[in-house]
T-cell receptor, first 113, second 112 residues
Framework: EPEVTQTPSHQVTQMGQEVILRCVPI?????FYWYRQILGQKVEFLVS????????KSEIFDDQFSVERPDGSNFTLKIRSTKLEDSAMYFC???????????FGPGTRLTVL | DAKTTQPPSMDCAEGRAANLPCNHS???????VYWYRQIHSQGPQYIIH???NNETNEMASLIITEDRKSSTLILPHATLRDTAVYYCIVRISGTSYGKLTFGQGTILTVHP
């Protein structure tokens, strides 16, 4: 069964550094999302992406964040200058055009020191 | 999206049915009830969704009251692997895209 994959599974970085989190959505899916979950807290929506542009973004998704689908398969989340409070699990999700069931990846644990 | 209320935690014995309630008293006519679960910090997993009729799939059953103000997710024969956080989410379906708004969910613990 096809699944969403994410790399790396764990990323450790120093505060102020840039990180890129990568996701490979299911191949025929057209709608893509990033969510995050700070340890012990609820899953929070960051951004949705369709047709090579952002559809919606949350207040969390400020100028430090950007998303890209550079090659038609990967979907990336970039954090330009990480802060301690960016430490969290980051989940990618996708779904095809005619469904609203979102398929989630296993997540990337980002630790900012 | 309408707000949902779920109990923070529930227990269930292995092999028994787990009945997880959700209140969504402000649900509107075009909003569906979705259930997802999250097993130990893995990515959330879709379980089932419905509008007003009861639904069943290979994972669970969803019972929605006639007034649609509440629903119950039923895991008919809970196993230890069903221990997870269960999220009830109300949102408009039929749209091409749309974020999921997660609450705190119900921590279901299935014990031997």
């Amino acid at each position: 069964e096809p699944e969403v994959t994410q790399t790396p599974s764990h990323q450790v970085t120093q505060m102020g550094q840039e990180v890129i989190l990568r996701c490979v959505p299911i191949s025929n899916h057209l709608y893509f999302y990033w969510y995050r979950q700070i340890l012990g807290q609820k899953v929070e929506f960051l951004v949705s992406f369709y047709n090579n542009e952002i559809s919606e973004k949350s207040e969390i998704f400020d100028d430090q964040f950007s998303v890209e689908r550079p090659d038609g398969s990967n979907f990336t989340l970039k954090i330009r200058s990480t802060k301690l409070e960016d430490s969290a699990m980051y989940f990618c999700a996708s779904h095809p055009s005619s469904y609203n069931e979102q398929f989630f990846g296993p997540g990337t644990r980002l630790t900012v020191l | 999206d309408a707000k949902t209320t779920q109990p923070p935690s529930m227990d269930c014995a292995e092999g028994r049915a787990a009945n997880l309630p959700c209140n969504h008293s402000t649900i509107s006519g075009n909003e569906y009830v979705y259930w997802y679960r999250q097993i130990h910090s893995q990515g959330p997993q879709y379980i089932i969704h419905g509008l007003k009729n009861n639904e069943t799939n290979e994972m669970a059953s969803l019972i929605i009251t006639e007034d649609r103000k509440s629903s119950t997710l039923i895991l008919p024969h809970a196993t230890l692997r069903d221990t997870a956080v269960y999220y009830c989410i109300v949102r408009i379906s039929g749209t091409s895209y749309g974020k999921l708004t997660f609450g705190q969910g119900t921590i279901l613990t299935v014990h031997p």
